[in-house]
Each structure stands twice: as C-alpha cells, then as structure tokens.
C-alpha cells in the first residue's frame, strides 16, 4: 500500500464512496483553503483530494439521475397536450430529485455558489495541492498536481517553471505527469492524431474510433446535466407574477440554451474560450484516410459519406467519395449515429464554423485549412489518382507575429496639448511601446472610478468569472454600451456615461497619430476595469494579476515565438491602457521579452498616464500582483480591419449620435449590451 495513504484518508476514502455521506465539495475545498494558510499542508492534502472526489462523483450522480428519469418519463410526442406534458414534466422531476437525494443526500446542502464553481473549472485546487505536496516532500503527487493545472492555465508563468524543474528531479518518471482531469474524448483524440503523424493508421484508427465513442457519451452527459435547476439572471423570484407556461418557457428557453453550448463546450481545450473548429467532423476527415491507407475501403467511403453530412458538397472528399465508390463498385451509407446526431443538432455543429469563415481561414488542433473550400488539392485523393492527403501542422507554419504590414513608425502628434510623452520606444527597450502622462485630469481620473463602482459587474467580459486571471484578486469590468445604457435608465449620470466614451475616443486618436498610422484604427473592444486585492490571500502570492501574454498571438515561452492563430484575437493590431489611479500596491505593468520571463520595462500606473503598444509577439506584458486596494484602468483594443470592429462601439455610436441631436426625447433607445471577449 502506498505510504501516503493514511487511516484517515482511506476512512474519508470510504465515507466518500457511500452516497448518504458524500460531503459537499465548497466545504471541503473552503476548508483544505484554509488550512492552506494555516500551513497545514498535510490537511490540505487530505481535504482538496476528498473535495475533488466530491465534485466527480456529485456530477456522476447528477448524470445517472438526471439520464435514467428521461428514460422512465419521457415527454409525449405524438399525443401532447398540456396536461400530459406537465404530468411528464412533475414525474421527471420527482424522479430526479428523490435519486440524488438517495445518492448524495440533501440537495440543500451540495448547492455550491458560482466562485467555487469557477474554480473549479479553472483547477484552482490543483495550484493548492501542487503547493501542498512540494511542501510534504512529495514530488511525484507535486508534478502530477502541476501538470493537471497547467494544461487549463498554460500562460501561468510560475507554474510552467515548477514544471522544468520536476522534470529535471531524477527519479520522476515520464508518466507521471498526467492530466488528471483529462476529457477522454479529447484525450483520446490527441493520442489519434500523434499516432496518425507518426505514420501509424492502424492505430490512429481505432484511436478516432475511440475517440468518437467518447465524444457521443460526453455529449449525453453533457445535456443530462443541462436538465436541473436553471439561473434566471435579472429576475426577482419574489416578485415574479408570471404565469406558468411562461415559467416552464422561461426554464426550458435555459435547458435548450444549455444543450446548445455542449457542442461548444466538447470541442473546447482546457483553458481556452475558443473551440477548435470542425472538431467532430474532423474525426472522420481523418479516418477516412487511415482506413484508406490500411486498404480498408468499405470503412473509409462511410466516413467520407459522413463527413459529407456535416459539408454537404464539400469537393475534395466528394472526389474521395467518387474514387471509394469506383474501386469498390458500390455505394455505402452514412454512420448512422453521426446521422441521428447531426439531425439534432445540426445549427449546433455548423455554428463552430462561423467564426473561422469570417477570418477566411479555418484552423484545428494540427493543421490549417485554406479559405478556398478545402485544403489545397494536393492533400486529397483526387478521383482515379493515387494522390495522398497530407496535413500541414500548425508548428510548421510561418510565425506571422510581429507588425509587419506597414513600415512601423513613431513620434506623431500628441493631438492634444496637456498630453505629455514620458517615454518611447527606445526608452521602454522595445519597439511600438508609448508611455503618455496627462492624458486625462484628476478630476476626470475620479468620475470614472466612481462611475466603474457603479456599472461594473464581476468578471464581465469573461464569462462571469469573478477572478479570470488569478484566484486572489477580484475582477469587475464594464463596457461602453453598457454605460450609456446605465446612463439612459437613470442609473448614473449621463455625463460620466458620456465621458468614458469620449475618453476612449481620445486615447484612439492619441495611439493613431502618435505611432503614424497610414489607415484608421478602429476600436476592437473597450473595457472599464479594476482589479481589486482579495484581504487575507496575500501573503503567499507567487502569480500575476494578469500572466505575461501577447494580445494578438499565442504566446509560447519555451520556444520563444507567438503564434497568430485562434483562440488569439489574431485581428487586433494596437492596444492601450489609461490608468485612472495609483493608490494601491503592486500591480505594475511590465514588458518582458518572449520568454515571459525577462522584464525589459515596469510601469507605475497613476491618474492620466497611458502606456500604448503594438500587440503582438514583439511586445508581450502582464501585471504585477495587486497586493492591496483596488486598480481600475480603461483598456482598449485597436484593429486596423474595419471587418472587426466592435459591434458594441457600432452601437455606442448611434446612441451619441441620437443623443446628439435630441432625437432620443420621448422615445426609448433600443440598447442590446453583448460580450466580445
């Protein structure tokens, strides 16, 4: 038995195991947290292992529960009316509830508020257990703890260090460092394309096979899990005079917007916000071909048919097809799971390539796709040929991360007459770096900090993530839109609404000129920001407020590059930050080089002072831990494409615009707030 298994852990290990003593996974966690601080690493241990073993096995329960209650009281199809539906509807949920509370005990208590929720998603208890198990002498459980977390957090500087040095601990093996919170159909999909670049079809092949397997069950689980309790943001359940169709509207309205982001959230990486596009087709893009390269014929054309179910009339594999059909002398069908599937959820699986149409190329884990339909015609197996179809990886192609569309230029006009110029280029020990003072006055600085205590929400922008860069700050923001539309329903004043408008207005005019830019520059998001110090997790901070990364490509330290490719908004070119106070500590803004690791700038934020940039490879930045008070800042993002503007800006500017020539007086302003990032 392994010598760290104690008594107590195998007892805990035990009670976990039977439902009616499954402990809540946000007590755990708060207490292994706490004893963290305490600097009982043994406890921390113990308590974050027993809350990740909670958290697994309540979504399991969730799942089973959630699946066998479909089955039992499934909804009319042919035969509906309201009192079968509804009969259906209580049944269902009688039988959902009375298994969970047999599995997990009172549903009361397992009810775990969106923080923890957050931190969960982001392995923050994985950070707390790396920490603990080095602290314990236990190197192998660290490696394992760090390598867990840093596959969702690969811009973790400290973390990625950690890493090289338990690699360089001999005695630790190679397959220790596992992701232990590894998605198996994910999982089993990079060991399928490693084997397929490795020339092994065979094995790629059964592999995908698996892979897909996965992805159908991962795909259920995902939906059962849409099928609880539902979050009505903005509605006072107090109050609400609703009838009851429109409350089972309201919820199923939820469900079916829950079920939709499954198919985003499958083919989305740990740590990303963008999913890789074409991800379930591509599984039988590729295993069309290893089945024809293993001289299995009859398995490739029916993948090359359900590949077509997915982009209908798609040329090269219609080619394919047409070829399979010519040697074998016969037709085959479609894989009758993808077929159901894809019937179902067919707008679900098409909207994931959208975005990768508008930037006129279409990327995947391992290879690029061009714009003109396909890959180029030398990849597929054209009709009659013994072409062969080759995937170019991402790592082979050109590192496109530096400005390089124009001739980089700087020391425009200030355009404005109290703008004073600290620092350039040279002085900040890089290229396309600006640092400005007076940009605004102190009394402007003041209105718009008491304006972001008014308008921001926690975590905006970022999918409500309380704290998205670190656990141990409080991140609020609010965007241009929003404050306008606070500013119209009375909620602030219209003025200070207006200013943070007009503000950012003059930090783009003041970038545009300065760096002698030979086209319009165009807002491509805008963010009222602060960051706040979270009292009592200060003391052992070894993060950033924000990890050091490249705004327009992926930053990649080790190999010193930056690759512009999605997720990346590849599209902005400039950024700047128009800092509104510095009375706090820390949360300097630094340049490094691109190994994330060597400062060569510091910024001391205050009242009025901008530091602009270009944003890519050439210049990648963070921000020092904010130890005490709270930082706010504007933050803005530049495009040079007028195709990625921002669409909140677009609506900012008609609402000036109204506003400007009274044309709003008596008439309500159609305002639709949306997230960019």
Known sequence: MDASWSPVLLLSTLLLSSAAFLEPYDLLYDTAVRAFYAGDYESVALRMEEALRSHSEARRARVRCRLRCQDQHPFPEETFSDLSFFDAVLRRAACMNRCIEEKLGSQSVHKVSEDVVQDFQRRIPYNYLQMAYQKLKQPEKAAAAAHTYFQANPEHVEMGQNLEQYKDIEGIAEDVFVDREARPHQYSFTEAVRSYDAGD?????????EALA?????????????????????????????????????????????????????ATRPGRLSPIENYLPLHYDYLQFAYFKEDRLEEALACALTYLLFHEGDEFMTDNVDFYREVLGHDAKPRERADWYLRRHKQEVELLRIGSKIMGVEFTDGNYWSSTGGRDDSSRIPSGTDGWMEYVPISEKKNVSTVSTQQLREGGPLVYDAVRLVQNSAALNGTQR???????????????????????????????????????????????????????????????????????????????????????????????????????????????????????????????????????????????????NGDFEGGE?????????????????????????????????????????????????????????????????????????????????????????
């Open 201 to 209: 079809y065979q094995g790629a092949a059964a592999q995908f096979e």
């Open 214 to 266: 996965e992805y159908y069950k991962a795909d259920v689980h995902c939906r059962a899990l849409c099928q609880g309790p539902q979050r009505f943001e903005g509605h006072d359940h107090l109050r609400y005079r609703y009838s009851l169709h429109e409350l089972v509207s309201d919820h199923f309205t939820q469900v079916l917007h829950c079920e939709h982001e499954c198919v985003r959230d499958l």
């Open 434 to 580: 600006v640092l400005f003072d007076h940009v605004i006055s102190e009394e402007e600085c003041a209105e718009l900090r008491h304006l972001a205590h008014s308008v921001t929400m926690a975590g905006d922008g970022y999918r409500g993530r309380m704290s998205p860069h670190t656990p141990n700050e409080k991140f609020e923001g609010a965007t241009v839109l929003k404050t306008l539309q606070y500013g119209y329903e009375g909620r602030v004043p219209m003025r200070s609404a207006r200013l943070f408008y007009d503000v950012s207005e003059r930090a783009r005019r003041i970038i545009e000129s300065y760096f002698v830019l030979n086209s319009t520059l165009h807002f491509s998001y805008t963010h009222l920001v602060c960051r706040t110090a979270i009292t009592g997790q200060q003391d052992h901070r070894t993060d950033l407020s924000h990890p050091i990364h490249a705004d327009n490509c992926l930053l990649d330290p080790d190999a010193n590059e930056c690759w512009k490719e999605p997720p990346a908004y590849t599209y902005r070119d400039y950024s700047a930050l128009l800092y509104l």
């Open 589 to 677: 803004f630094i340049f490094t080089e691109m190994d994330a690791k060597t400062v060569t700038a510091s910024v001391k934020p205050k009242c009025g002072r901008m530091v602009g940039f270009s944003s890519g490879g050439e210049n990648p930045h963070g921000v020092r831990a904010v130890t005490s008070g709270q930082r706010c800042a504007v933050a803005l993002w530049f495009t040079l494409d007028p195709l990625f503007r921002e669409l909140e800006r677009l609506q900012a500017d008609e609402v000036i615009l109204a506003l400007d020539t009274q044309s709003v007086l008596g008439q309500g302003l159609n305002i639709n707030p949306k997230d960019e990032l």
